[in-house]
C-alpha cells in the first residue's frame, strides 16, 4: 500500500488543477449560483470529454478511467479548493458510485457508461441525507411496483437528466431508475445556503420506476463510507485552500503598525489548525490509498468524514474572524467557501454521527 | 569494510575479548580500544566512521550474541556528541572513554528559574579568575544529576553584550563543594529531577568547549542532537537477556540507575492504548456520550500515526516539499495525551478521585492523571512549538523582540 502520492498521481493533480485554475473561478461560482441549474454546460462537456474526469473512478470495463479512489480524491480536493459548481459530486460520485457497487450487471453495462461520459447527468435521490439506517424508509415500492414518498434534499435534482433512487419495499431495499418526465413526480428547487451545490425537493406519488439492483445492508454501506471519503476529500481541498488564504491575509494585513500574523494570538490559532488539517488530510488521503490496495479498516472511513467535518467547520470559522470585518462581507469570497464547509459538515452524516457509526465498527455494540 | 566483514569482525572480537566474568567496566574498555563502542564515531576518537548501515550490523552482532555494549542512556550521551562535535583534541580524550565505560555519568545544566522557553536569557555567572571560572547561579530541570560525575553547563560570561553572545559553555566537575545537588519533587510525587546550586563553584579554563562567547551556538548542538535522538545511529544497544555474570549484574544495576526518571513518561502521554480495554471492562462503553469522547481520541491517535508514517516516508524519499515540522507531532501529542486524560476520567467517573495501587490499574489511571501535564511543558512548550510551526512552518512573521541589546539592560526574573 502505498504512503505517499507518485509521481504520476502528482502529475495528474497538476493536470487538474491548471483545468480548473482557468473554469472554476469564483467570480464563475458566483454567476453560476444565480443560476437554476448552477453549473456551465460547457465547462461540464470539456471536463467529461477532453479530460475524461466524469469516469476517472469507474471501471474501464463500463466506460470509465478505471482509477480507483486515489485519483478520485485527486479530482476532489481539486474541486474543493476552488469551490467548482456543477454535477460532478451528484452524478460522477453518488450516482457512479451507487451503479457500480449497487446495480446488477445489465444496469451497469446500460448506465455507466453514460454516467462516466458525462453524457447524462443523474442525480442520486436519497430520503435520508443524516444516516444509512435512514435510507429507504420514506421512499417506498408499493406490492403494484409503484413508487411514492418525498426525498426533502436532492442534489442536483433539478438539473439532472435522469434520477436513480434507494428505496424501500416488502422485500427490501434496492436500486431504481426514474425518467425525468415520469408521471407523479414533481421537482421543486430549495433554498440552499451553499448555492453553489443546489438542492432540490423531489417527490413521487405512484411513480413508475425500472428496477436497477438489489441493495444489501453490507453494499449499502459500503457505498455510504466510498461516498463519504470522496466528501472528504473534497472537504480537505476547500479546508486547506481557506486556511493558505488564511494565513497569507494574515501576513499582509497591517493594525497598530505590525502584520497581524506577526500577533501570537493568531499565530497560535493558525498552528492549531494546521494540526486539525494534516491530521485530516493525511488521514483522509491513507484511506484511499488503503481502499485501492483493498486493505481498508472498517471504521476508517466514518473516522475521517468525522475528523474532516469539524477541520473543514473550523477552518471556516477562522477564515472569517481572522479576517475581521470584512470577511464578513458579501463582496468577499471567504463566505463561498465557509457556506460549502457548513452544508458538507452534515452532509452524509455529521461528525457526532460518523463517530458513534466508527465506535460500532470498532466493536463497541449500539449505545444503550 | 563491507557489511559481512563487519559482522565476522565483530563476531570474532567478541569470541576473543568478551567474557561474562568481567567487570563492566573491564569489558568496556576493550570495547573502546578496539573501537566498537562508537563505531559510528571518527577513527581518531574512538570509532570506526561508521555509517548508519554499517552501525545497525555491528548492533545487530552484539543484539544476537547477548553482549553488552556501550554505556547508552541519559544525558551522557548529549555530553559525549556535544564534545565530540566541538571540543578540543585533549577534552576528546579526557571525556570521551570514560563516558563510553559508563565510569562517568554526565547531566545537562542549562534551563534556570528564571529562563525556561527562553533558554538563552540564562543568569548563571561566570567569572574568569586567571586559569579558572567561577560560577554562581541556580539550575533546574537536572535529570540525573543526583549520581552525575560532570555536568555540561550554559553560563554567562559577559553582561555587556546582547544575550545570546554573552554565554559560554563549560564542563564542570560535580564532584566538589561549591556543588549542591536537590531532589526536585514534581506534582505527581516523583522525583526525576534536580535542582543544582552552584556556589563559587570551579571549573578550570580547559574545561571550557569551545570558545567564550560560543555557548549558544554549541548548546544548539546539544539540544539538536537531544531533538534527533541521536539520528546518527547508536553504538551497540543493550540486551534484554537474562544471562549471569558479573557483567550483566552491573549492567542491570545501571540500566536500573539510568531508567529510574523514567518510568513515568508512558503515562505523561495519556495511555491512550488503555481506554478501549477499560471501557469495555468498566461498561463505560454504552455511555454515548463517552463513546464520542473515545471516538475524538481514537481519530487523533490513528491520524498521528498515519502523519508521522507520511512524514518519515517523505524524509526518504527528499521530496523539496515543506514538511510539518517535528513540532507539529509533539502538538499533537499533547492533544491527544489530553483526550486521553479527559477519557480516563470519564470512564472511572468517581473512582478517578482515588488513586495508589487500589486504584485503577494498580495506579496507572491516577498516575497518568496527574502526569499529562508535564507533556506539553517538557522539551519546549506548547507555545513555543506553536511559534515555530507559524513561523518555519507557515512562514508567518516573528513578533518583535523585547530582548535585543545588552544583555545587562534586558528585563528578567529576579
Redesign the interface.
Given at each position: 500500500m502505498q504512503?505517499?502520492y507518485t509521481d504520476d498521481q502528482n502529475q495528474f493533480r497538476s493536470v487538474v488543477s491548471r483545468f480548473l485554475e482557468a473554469h472554476a473561478t469564483t467570480s464563475q461560482a458566483r454567476e453560476l449560483q444565480e443560476t437554476a441549474s448552477g453549473f456551465d454546460q460547457a465547462v461540464w462537456h470539456q471536463m467529461s470529454g477532453e479530460l475524461g474526469l466524469v469516469g476517472t473512478h469507474l471501471p474501464e470495463a463500463y466506460g470509465g478511467f478505471g482509477f480507483g479512489m486515489i485519483e478520485l480524491g485527486i479530482v476532489l480536493e481539486e474541486m474543493g479548493r476552488r469551490l467548482y459548481c456543477g454535477p460532478f459530486f451528484s452524478s460522477a460520485v453518488l450516482s457512479g458510485l451507487a451503479v457500480a457497487e449497487l446495480a446488477d450487471e445489465a444496469n451497469k453495462i446500460e448506465l455507466l457508461p453514460k454516467i462516466a461520459s458525462g453524457e447524462e447527468r443523474v442525480a442520486l435521490v436519497l430520503d435520508d441525507l443524516n444516516q444509512v439506517e435512514g435510507i429507504g424508509h420514506q421512499l417506498m415500492i408499493s406490492d403494484q411496483g409503484l413508487l411514492s414518498g418525498t426525498a426533502p434534499m436532492v442534489i442536483d435534482g433539478l438539473s439532472a437528466q435522469r434520477l436513480l433512487v434507494i428505496a424501500g419495499s416488502a422485500t427490501g431495499l434496492g436500486l431504481y431508475q426514474v425518467d425525468k418526465g415520469a408521471q407523479g413526480l414533481s421537482i421543486t428547487p430549495r433554498v440552499s445556503v451553499d448555492q453553489t451545490r443546489k438542492l432540490a425537493e423531489v417527490v413521487f406519488v405512484d411513480t413508475a420506476t425500472q428496477f436497477v439492483g438489489r441493495v444489501s445492508p453490507e453494499a449499502l454501506n459500503r457505498f455510504w463510507d466510498l461516498a463519504s471519503v470522496a466528501l472528504s476529500h473534497e472537504m480537505i481541498g476547500g479546508a486547506e485552500r481557506l486556511l493558505e488564504d488564511t494565513?497569507a491575509y494574515?501576513?499582509l494585513r497591517v493594525q497598530f503598525g505590525?502584520?497581524i500574523?506577526?500577533?501570537?494570538a493568531?499565530?497560535?490559532r493558525?498552528?492549531?489548525l494546521?494540526?486539525t488539517l494534516?491530521?485530516?488530510k493525511?488521514?483522509t488521503q491513507?484511506v484511499s490509498f488503503s481502499l485501492a490496495a483493498g486493505e481498508e479498516e472498517k471504521?476508517?472511513p466514518s473516522?475521517v468524514k468525522?475528523?474532516v467535518s469539524d477541520c473543514y467547520r473550523d477552518i471556516a470559522i477562522a477564515a472569517i474572524q481572522l479576517r475581521g470585518g470584512i470577511g464578513f462581507t458579501w463582496e468577499n469570497d471567504t463566505h463561498l467557501w465557509f457556506r460549502r464547509a457548513k452544508c458538507s459538515e452534515v452532509l452524509l452524516g455529521t461528525a457526532?454521527y460518523h463517530?458513534?457509526r466508527?465506535?460500532q465498527s470498532?466493536g463497541?455494540q449500539d449505545?444503550? | 569494510m563491507q557489511l559481512s566483514e563487519i559482522k565476522a569482525a565483530v563476531n570474532q572480537f567478541i569470541d576473543e575479548a568478551f567474557s561474562p566474568d568481567l567487570s563492566l567496566v573491564a569489558w568496556r574498555q576493550r570495547l573502546v580500544a578496539a573501537g566498537w563502542a562508537a563505531p559510528m564515531w571518527p577513527k581518531a576518537y574512538f570509532g570506526r566512521d561508521f555509517s548508519p548501515a554499517q552501525v545497525a550490523v555491528v548492533n545487530e552482532v552484539f543484539q544476537a550474541r547477548g553482549v553488552v555494549g556501550a554505556a547508552q542512556l541519559g544525558p551522557r550521551r548529549l555530553a559525549a556528541e556535544t564534545i565530540l562535535a566541538h571540543g578540543s583534541d585533549a577534552q576528546k580524550h579526557r571525556y570521551l572513554p570514560k563516558i563510553l565505560t559508563g565510569e562517568h555519568a554526565w547531566c545537562q545544566l542549562f534551563s534556570e528559574p528564571g529562563s525556561g522557553s527562553d533558554l538563552a536569557g540564562a543568569s548563571t555567572k561566570a567569572e574568569r579568575q586567571g586559569d579558572v571560572w567561577i560560577m554562581n547561579g541556580q539550575k533546574v530541570w537536572n535529570t540525573s544529576a543526583h549520581h552525575a560525575d560532570f555536568g555540561i553547563l550554559v553560563a554567562r560570561s559577559d553582561w555587556d553584550v546582547p544575550k545570546h553572545q554573552g554565554l559560554s559553555y563549560f564542563l564542570i566537575n560535580m564532584r566538589q563543594p561549591g556543588v549542591q545537588v536537590r531532589p526536585l519533587r514534581q506534582m505527581n510525587g516523583h522525583a526525576s529531577f534536580n535542582e543544582v546550586f552552584l556556589t563559587d563553584a570551579r571549573v578550570d579554563h580547559n574545561d571550557l568547549l569551545g570558545q567564550e562567547g560560543e555557548g549558544w551556538a554549541i548548546a544548539t548542538t546539544t539540544l539538536s542532537i537531544e531533538r534527533q535522538g541521536f539520528a546518527r545511529g547508536r553504538g551497540p544497544t543493550p540486551i534484554h537477556r537474562e544471562i549471569t555474570g558479573r557483567v550483566f549484574e552491573e549492567y542491570a544495576k545501571e540500566i536500573a540507575i539510568d531508567n529510574e526518571p523514567y518510568t513515568w513518561y508512558p503515562q505523561r502521554e495519556g495511555r491512550p492504548d488503555l481506554v478501549l480495554q477499560r471501557a469495555e471492562a468498566t461498561g463505560a462503553i454504552n455511555d454515548p456520550v463517552i463513546r464520542q469522547e473515545m471516538a475524538k481520541l481514537f481519530c487523533l491517535t490513528e491520524a498521528a500515526k498515519i502523519s508521522a508514517n507520511r512524514v518519515a516516508a517523505e524524509r526518504t524519499r527528499a521530496d523539496n516539499q515543506v514538511l510539518p515540522a517535528g513540532s507539529l507531532g509533539k502538538l499533537g501529542a499533547s492533544v491527544i495525551a489530553r483526550q486521553a486524560a479527559h477519557v480516563h476520567t470519564m470512564i472511572s467517573g468517581a473512582e478517578a478521585m482515588l488513586s495508589g495501587p487500589e486504584s485503577a490499574e494498580a495506579g496507572l489511571i491516577a498516575e497518568t492523571l496527574i502526569s499529562v501535564p508535564a507533556i506539553s511543558i517538557a522539551g519546549g512548550t506548547d507555545e513555543i512549538q506553536k511559534n515555530i510551526i507559524a513561523e518555519r512552518v507557515l512562514g508567518m512573521p516573528k513578533e518583535q523582540r523585547m530582548d535585543t541589546g545588552p544583555f545587562r539592560d534586558i528585563a528578567r526574573n529576579n
Open positions: 504512503t505517499l494565513i494574515t501576513k505590525r502584520p500574523g506577526s500577533v501570537q493568531i499565530k497560535h493558525c498552528a492549531d494546521l494540526l494534516e491530521f485530516a493525511a488521514a491513507h471504521h476508517h473516522m468525522a475528523m457526532g463517530r458513534e466508527m465506535i470498532l463497541g449505545a444503550a | -
